[in-house]
Nanobody
């Protein structure tokens, strides 16, 4: 009943920028938090950024200062602005919605940063 769709991934050169979008639809009363995660082949999934219902943001150490998470409640969309991209940022990026005790995941969007 809840759908999460990521978009905005692609291929960019090192130092470039991308903006990812996470759009949610379905029966959702409220979203407690929305997080961006990423997973590279052979590596564990890691938290990239999260924004809570109160507007608090947190970032993983590897992206702090380069990435910015924001939201547009009217559009049920959360964004991840990624600047100064590095090859090590290459991964599938996933969006996660925390709704009370439930979690909803999108299928992911591929981000590839060339050197």
């Amino acid at each position: 009943q809840v759908n999460v769709v990521e978009s905005g991934g692609g291929l960019v050169q090192a130092g470039g920028s991308l903006r990812l979008s996470c759009a949610a639809s379905g029966r959702i009363l409220s979203i407690d938090a929305t997080g961006w995660y990423r997973q590279a082949p052979g590596k564990q999934r890691e938290l990239v950024a999260v924004i809570t219902s109160g507007g608090t943001t947190n970032y993983g150490d590897s992206v702090k200062g380069r990435f910015t998470i924001s939201r547009d409640n009217a559009k049920n969309t959360v964004y991840l602005q990624m600047n100064c991209l590095k090859p090590e940022d290459t991964a599938v990026f996933y969006c996660n919605l925390a709704v009370r005790t439930l979690y909803y995941w999108g299928r992911g969007t591929q981000v590839t940063v060339s050197s």
